[in-house]
């Protein structure tokens, strides 16, 4: 099952997809990170590097 992000308190830094080893997430035109859900594999990297803590499991 992928992460869950919330689009609203995603502030678009990039943090996520920095960490993310399969390259799942990436910010989109609106500046928002977005997940692919069939590459995602719900390590969790992302959501302890998320400031805001946008992302979770």
Request: proline share 5%; glycine share 12%.
């Amino acid at each position: 099952m992928p992460v869950k992000i919330d689009r609203d308190t995603c502030i678009g830094c990039g943090a996520c997809t920095d960490v993310c080893p399969t390259g799942s997430l990436a910010i989109d035109a609106e500046g928002k990170c977005v997940c692919t859900e069939d590459t995602c594999v719900d390590c969790g990297a992302c959501v302890g590097t998320c400031p805001t803590g946008a992302i979770s499991q």
